[in-house]
């Protein structure tokens, strides 16, 4: 466990990811006691120029529970705004950072009295188009400059760039000024609870081990739906489109640790060693293996353009040229102003060779971890009937954490990977050349989808997205269950 002094800055701090996101999961970690006072500082950086106490106003609302805060709480969040300082500067000129390094500075040698080394984690809460230049000065005013150690790091966020070439030139020019260790790309996916049981649901339980192949498995789902549309961030989204924003990052991460082979250890480097393998196995998406919706009224957003091209859907087929994998269909399946909201990973299984029970049963086995809401994972299978009758019917093995960990909090995906920022573990972020492998795979269709010649299909708002879509899962082998349903436990 490192000591001394650590300084957190979060730039862009009166911005959305920064008010909505980041200083609450820094609060759940203080008041979780990661973040002992007599160490850390937090300072906020952004241009408006406000006082501390004008940015403590405004994040308040965030950290306040929204109904009966007790006293105690409320203390919590006044210790915590305390903690923060504000100090504002542009993005790219050396005034304001030296400014901040200033101030960094002199919290160090105030809580350094005893101790010597310096940890200094910048959280970039920006557009990316910033990031170069707010490196650059970062890397030319506010480095650790102790010499008792200590680190810089730097947290980013998606998007990393629109395409490869986009991509790789931001990584290009991030690379040039922080090594691979001090650089952390957060996908918040790889902080949600089930996607990181994965891991361990995989590779300690013998039960799946002879299972997870093309043998045994027919189709794999990962899907992601919303019940609300772009709503406000609609300027932001149009120039980005489902793919962009769910699929290419969350979705695809979620398929490496779905489908990658067991890594040498669970050290960082050897488990993103084999999810670069699994992505660089993707062959090229078949453009009809793609179907794009956009929805009805997603036009009428004044901050999108009448003729948007954009999908605010898709379900795109992925296969696997490999082993273990040639001829399974992965399925990745996003949209925004569905009939729900839900983010899941379905496994099926294939037939029953020989099934004597064929003609009465209701469907397959089904392997489903539902990443939120009601976080699970059960198994959907075939059972006799209770009853004097032989009969079947679909039922399932059901771990359902709400009720299995009662009283149980899961953290949110940001406070855990914050903390893995602290404590220096690049397990859940991304390393370059994973992005790099993700981008090759969406880059093409993205292309012809920007160049107009890819046409989403209008849906309704509140419905399940074009019904091309689910004939596509029905041409890849998905085979629906009739008349079951799985419905979380109530407590
Ligand atoms: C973000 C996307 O990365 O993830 C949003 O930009 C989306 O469009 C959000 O709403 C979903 O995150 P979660 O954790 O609510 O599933």
Redesign the pocket.
């Known amino acids: 466990h490192e000591t001394g002094s650590l300084s957190i800055v979060v730039l862009g701090a009166s911005g959305d990811l920064a008010k909505k996101k980041t200083f609450p999961a820094l609060f759940h970690l203080y008041k979780q006691g990661f973040l002992p006072p007599e160490e850390v500082h937090i300072f906020g950086y952004a241009r408006t120029k406000i006082s501390d106490d004008e940015l403590r106003d405004r994040l308040r609302g965030y950290l306040v529970p929204a109904k009966g805060a007790s006293s105690k709480q409320l203390d919590d969040v006044s210790d915590f705004l305390n903690l923060i300082k504000y100090v504002s500067g542009s993005y790219d000129s050396e005034e304001g950072f030296r400014l901040l390094d200033k101030e960094i500075s002199e919290h160090e040698y105030s809580k350094n009295s005893t101790e010597g080394s310096s940890r200094r984690l910048f959280y970039l809460a920006l557009p990316p188009s910033v990031y170069p230049s707010v490196c650059k000065m970062i890397k030319t005013c506010c480095m650790n400059k102790s010499n008792l150690g200590g680190w810089t790091r730097v947290v980013v ?2 998007p990393f760039g629109k395409d490869l070439q986009s991509a790789e030139e931001l990584s290009n020019q991030i690379g040039e000024l922080f090594e691979e260790p001090q650089i952390y790309r957060i ?3 790889l902080g ?1 609870e089930l996607v990181q049981n994965m891991l361990v649901l995989r590779f300690a339980n013998r039960l799946f081990l002879p299972l997870w192949n093309r043998d045994n498995i027919d189709n794999v789902q990962i899907v ?1 739906r ?1 019940d609300f549309g ?1 709503e406000g ?1 609609g300027g ?2 149009d120039q ?1 489109g ?1 793919i962009r ?2 699929i290419q ?2 979705l695809l991460q979620v398929l490496c640790l779905v489908a990658m082979e067991k890594p040498v250890s669970l050290k960082p480097e050897h488990i993103r060693d084999e999810k670069v393998k699994v992505l660089e196995s993707v062959v090229p998406i078949s453009d009809d293996e793609v179907v794009l919706g956009q929805y009805e009224g997603y036009r009428d957003d004044p901050t999108v353009p009448d003729e948007s091209n954009t999908p605010t859907f898709a379900t795109v087929v992925l296969r696997i040229h490999n082993e273990r994998w040639e001829g399974v269909p992965f399925i990745l399946k996003a949209g ?1 102003a569905l009939n729900s ?1 839900k ?1 899941e990973i379905r496994v099926q299984f294939k037939d029953v060779p020989g099934d004597i029970f064929k003609c009465q049963k209701q469907g397959r086995n089904e392997f489903v971890i539902r ?2 809401p009601s976080e699970a994972i059960y198994m959907k299978l075939t059972v006799k009937q209770p009853g004097l009758e032989m009969s079947t019917v679909q039922s399932e093995l059901d771990l359902s954490y709400g009720q299995r960990y009662q009283g149980v909090t899961i953290p949110e ?1 940001y406070e855990r990977l914050i903390l893995d920022t602290i404590r220096g573990d690049q397990q859940h972020f991304v390393r370059r050349d994973e992005l790099k492998a993700s981008w090759k795979i969406f880059t093409p269709l993205l292309h012809s989808i920007d160049r107009g010649e890819f046409k989403p299909l209008p849906y309704k708002p509140g419905s399940r997205g074009p019904a091309e879509a689910d004939e596509l899962l029905r041409k890849a082998g998905y085979v629906q269950t009739h008349g079951y349903i799985w419905i979380p436990p109530t407590l």
């Open positions: 966020e998606k996908d918040h996916y949600k992601f919303e772009t961030r932001y989204f980005y489902i924003d769910i990052n969350h925004k909201r983010a990443l939120q995906a």
